[in-house]
């Protein structure tokens, strides 16, 4: 049984960077690596870290790796080099990021023959809830090592769940987003008829919003749409992504189509940095 003290945290995105900062409010002793190095410098001046120079270096100090990254490329270009460092510390190396569970498990495969158990935990919830300990957890792998972590998960999100095995969680993960992306879209589309017809969306959201269809994604996205602010909480280049591993695990039900159109036109017309909610200025500026 590990007691869990030391965490190397990899991935100072938009999540990495709350849920970085958590670990070290619930105690734990946080060393961090960024691959733009400034950003976690920047970091260190708002929260006590340590700075690793390396993932490498990160395999001798710490009890617990947890990575947040982009995509399925960085996370196995960031494991390979964990790997490459060879034994260390470190036992359990929690992947939060949302891949393909193809990935996951080919990942989870080689770090088992090393002794290592691998868990995916993907998040659901964005900034808002991941600075706010919010975050529901949702985790694939070994049941023994999920135990381990909890006081872990318990820092970071309101639970965690272990679904099955590796890939479980981001198998979860990807049907969550399905629906965030269809809700979104679906979203926009209302805003977009009614105000075509007279209806602003200043005054259609609350309607929505205070009805039975309304729901804390509507709510939190209602003053970005009235707003027409898409600063990125969750990149739509990012729902893209995961949309893309869907239809790779065969979705093809028909909103589900219609909302990977949408997002890849979306990016291809340069919204891929906007937050996902600029389905709603896409469907605007490109559509309507
Ligand atoms: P983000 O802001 O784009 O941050 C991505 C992080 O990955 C950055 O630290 C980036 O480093 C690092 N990275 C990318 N490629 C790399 C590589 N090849 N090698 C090393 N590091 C690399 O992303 P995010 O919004 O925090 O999301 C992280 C993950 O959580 C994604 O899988 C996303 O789908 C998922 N997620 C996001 C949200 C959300 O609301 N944002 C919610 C739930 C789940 P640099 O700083 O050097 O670029």
Redesign the pocket.
Known sequence: MVTIKNIGF???????VPMATNLVNAGFSVQVY???AQ?AKDFQQTVDIQVADT?ASLVSTSDVIIT????D??VQ??YGNLFAAGAGKASIYID????SPETTRQLAATAAEKGISYLDA??????KP?TERQ?IIMVGGDAAAFDQVQPVFAALGKSSTLLGASGAGNIA?LAINLFLGITIQGLSEAVVFAAKNGISAEDLLPLINNGPIGSGITKLKTSNIVNEDYT????LK??K??IGLAEAMGMDTPTGKALSATLIDAVEKGLGDDDMVAIHRYLTKFIS
């Open positions: 990899i991935g100072l995105g938009n999540m990495g960024n691959r733009n950003k993932v947040m990254l982009s995509n490329a960085a270009e960031v939060m990021s949302t891949v993907p998040v659901s919830g964005s900034v991941a975050l993960k990125p909480a969750f990149a990012l729902l992504k995961d």
